[in-house]
């Protein structure tokens, strides 16, 4: 298991810009997958993005363009850069990583506010 803290959610307007910053408790080296997850409110759960042990990435269709994924190994981070943010981009957004193929850890998740 790893503990991971989102960070980096916030208020924005339409057309802005937020970068979320995920940190691991322990090196991420060695994971399967770390990436996002969004739910909005009434809505299921979402994959948003996800960087693979080889540095391999996937978006969903409704983000690509818009959002990057990347990872920092020496800082034990997994950023989400979200550009051009719209209005149904708010949700909470939570981090994930796959420490192996048969675990999975979860952030607590951070709220970000798109505003028309």
């Known amino acids: 298991q790893v503990q991971l803290v989102e960070s980096g959610g916030g208020l924005v307007q339409a057309g802005g810009s937020l970068r979320l910053s995920c940190a691991a408790s322990r090196s991420i080296f060695t994971f399967n997958a770390m990436g996002w997850y969004r739910q909005a409110p009434g809505k299921q759960r979402e994959l948003v993005a996800t960087i693979m042990s080889g540095g391999s990435t996937n978006y969903a269709d409704s983000v690509k363009g818009r959002f990057t994924i990347s990872r920092d190994s020496a800082e034990k981070t997994v950023y989400l850069q979200m550009n051009s943010l719209k209005p149904e981009d708010t949700a909470v957004y939570y981090c994930?990583?796959?420490?192996?193929?048969?675990?999975?850890?979860w952030g607590q998740g951070t709220q970000v506010t798109v505003s028309s």
């Open positions: 994930y990583a796959d420490v192996n193929s048969w675990s999975r850890s």
